[in-house]
């Protein structure tokens, strides 16, 4: 018998899951939890932050480059942060309460 979604994601740590999504980033605690919708659209944030940082960052002059950089980190820190909560959330979510 093939275990259901939740219980596959109620038997997941869910501070495995947030650490993944914090350290490495970009959603690993999703492929951890085996939330493949959640992963994908967390990849697509990332490389759509990706792709305009690069788009915008190429007629920065030196002065701006620093601030660019900036703004690019804290996107990704944010993103992590989001999708960390998110993560352990859903653990609790489906976990029965004892």
């Not at 997941?12 to 493949?36: F, K, T």
């Not at 660019?68 to 979510?93: D, F, H």
Request: proline share 3%; no cysteine; glycine share 10%.
């Amino acid at each position: 018998m093939t275990p259901s979604r939740d219980q596959i994601l109620a038997a997941s740590a869910g501070w495995v899951a947030v650490v993944l999504n914090v350290v490495p980033g970009l959603g690993a605690g999703y492929l951890y939890q085996r939330r493949w919708r959640a992963y994908w659209i967390t990849s697509a944030l990332a490389t759509a932050w990706f792709v305009a940082g690069a788009a915008l960052g190429q007629s920065a002059d030196a002065a701006t480059e620093a601030q660019n950089q900036l703004v690019g980190l804290v996107g990704l820190v944010a993103l992590a942060a989001v999708t960390a909560t998110e993560a352990g959330l859903a653990v609790r979510r489906v976990r029965p309460r004892a």
